[in-house]
């Protein structure tokens, strides 16, 4: 396998990991709605998570460009 095709193959991986994302943004969202006290925890794990799944997003992107 080529260095290129093992990047691609973790499109998927990276897909789940951005719906677990988007649902626990859902739940964030629900929670602060209801005026749970847990809300700004999950608001901070949230956005966390974003920034790490942005980072990934850019970093596969240059490994990508490179080839």
Same mark, same amino acid.
């Given at each position: 396998m080529t260095y290129q095709e093992l990047l691609l193959s973790l499109e998927e991986p990276v897909s789940r990991i951005s719906? *677990?994302? =988007? +649902?626990?943004?859902?739940?964030?969202m629900g929670l602060s709605?209801?005026?749970?006290?847990?809300? &700004? *925890?999950? =608001? +901070?794990?949230?956005?966390?998570?974003i920034d790490?799944?942005?980072?990934?997003?850019?970093?596969? &992107?240059?490994c990508l460009d490179t080839q």
């Open positions: 719906g *677990g994302i =988007n +649902a626990i943004g859902v739940m964030t709605l209801a005026g749970d006290p847990y809300a &700004a *925890g999950f =608001n +901070a794990v949230w956005n966390y998570l790490a799944e942005r980072d990934i997003q850019t970093r596969l &992107a240059a």
